[in-house]
């Protein structure tokens, strides 16, 4: 049988390979397919997807199978390719052995930087630099241990910032905007390190979102802070809308794109209101003194700025 042919049904015999009498057990077809998700490289898209859905219709049409759709989802990842932009090959000579890259800087950071690096979808050049940022951010996180205290007094801006991460990396595991949910861990273990001390909860919080991510790293720093079971058997973290929802926001106030000051607003300001308050500015008043407003510019929760 061809390559190709080969390659097109092998998910339906997974489900029963030792079976000498039939492709497989029908009513174990039924219940394990069609699968939930299918991933695969973006080479594959009008090749390996057209061929598999092919061979699934036909073994439908006479049969042979319950269902008539191989895939409920199917997905492609983008390429890895050379430091140049180029895709990797041995003859341009810029091929990445992962081997090397982990006896080096470690499988964590090998982990965590492919999922750093770019989104999903999309085919990235391989960063040499972006590994050593990686590597540092995990060498950060470790050294975040000695902060760890019981009874470290909860800083509401932390607690607001722990659930805000709750929400968004849970939510971008989901979407596979892997990339964002590092972006997210990155920006909550540096608010960690600007605290004196991090309570043992917020700490383990962070651990079991970090998990997917670094494994090894995660499991070990959640044992050398007196957890006796793996990591692995936690629960996932849940966030409280309230807790994780901003009520104060920083609002640049700027006169001709530069800034003039920085106030404080709630969250969701109108901007009838923000207007109100950057022409209540004696700051902005100062410098508007004589002068025509031609027009303000507002953008939502982050700034005015008044043309003139």
């Given at each position: 049988?061809?390559?190709?042919?080969?390659?097109?049904?092998?998910?339906?015999?997974?489900?029963?390979?030792?079976?000498?009498?039939?492709?497989?057990?029908?009513?174990?077809?039924?219940?394990?397919?069609?699968?939930?998700?299918?991933?695969?490289?973006?080479?594959?898209?009008?090749?390996?997807?057209?061929?598999?859905?092919?061979?699934?219709?036909?073994?439908?049409?006479?049969?042979?199978?319950?269902?008539?759709?191989?895939?409920?989802?199917?997905?492609?990842?983008?390429?890895?390719?050379?430091?140049?932009?180029?895709?990797?090959?041995?003859?341009?000579?810029?091929?990445?052995?992962?081997?090397?890259?982990?006896?080096?800087?470690?499988?964590?950071?090998?982990?965590?930087?492919?999922?750093?690096?770019?989104?999903?979808?999309?085919?990235?050049?391989?960063?040499?630099?972006?590994?050593?940022?990686?590597?540092?951010?995990?060498?950060?996180?470790?050294?975040?241990?000695?902060?760890?205290?019981?009874?470290?007094?909860?800083?509401?801006?932390?607690?607001?910032?722990?659930?805000?991460?709750?929400?968004?990396?849970?939510?971008?595991?989901?979407?596979?905007?892997?990339?964002?949910a590092v972006s997210a861990l990155m920006i909550l273990a540096n608010d960690f390190a600007k605290q004196e001390k991090i309570t043992k909860n917020y700490f383990e919080t962070f651990l079991i979102l970090l998990s997917p991510f670094a494994p090894h790293i995660a499991d070990e720093l959640w044992q050398v802070i007196d957890n006796k079971k793996s990591i692995d058997l936690q629960g996932w973290p849940k966030y409280d809308p309230q807790l994780a929802q901003v009520k104060e926001i920083e609002l640049v106030l700027q006169i001709n794109g530069k800034i003039r000051e920085r106030i404080k607003a709630p969250a969701g300001i109108s901007e009838e209101e923000a207007k109100k308050l950057a022409l209540s500015s004696v700051r902005i008043k100062e410098n508007l003194a004589g002068k025509e407003i031609k027009k303000i510019v507002f953008v939502k929760d982050k700034l005015i700025n008044i043309v003139i």
């Open positions: 049988m061809p390559q190709w042919a080969g390659s097109s049904w092998y998910f339906l015999r997974y489900v029963d390979p030792k079976n000498k009498k039939s492709l497989a057990d029908f009513n174990k077809l039924k219940h394990w397919n069609p699968v939930d998700w299918y991933n695969g490289g973006m080479e594959h898209t009008t090749l390996h997807l057209l061929y598999s859905r092919f061979w699934n219709k036909f073994l439908y049409d006479i049969g042979a199978i319950p269902n008539s759709e191989p895939y409920a989802k199917r997905t492609s990842h983008g390429m890895i390719l050379g430091e140049g932009g180029e895709k990797m090959s041995k003859s341009r000579g810029n091929v990445i052995n992962p081997d090397d890259i982990v006896r080096e800087y470690g499988a964590d950071t090998l982990r965590v930087y492919e999922m750093f690096m770019g989104p999903f979808e999309q085919a990235i050049p391989w960063d040499t630099k972006g590994v050593i940022g990686v590597r540092r951010f995990l060498e950060k996180v470790w050294r975040l241990q000695e902060k760890v205290d019981s009874k470290a007094i909860v800083n509401k801006d932390t607690e607001r910032l722990l659930h805000q991460t709750i929400k968004k990396v849970g939510s971008d595991i989901e979407s596979q905007d892997y990339n964002t």
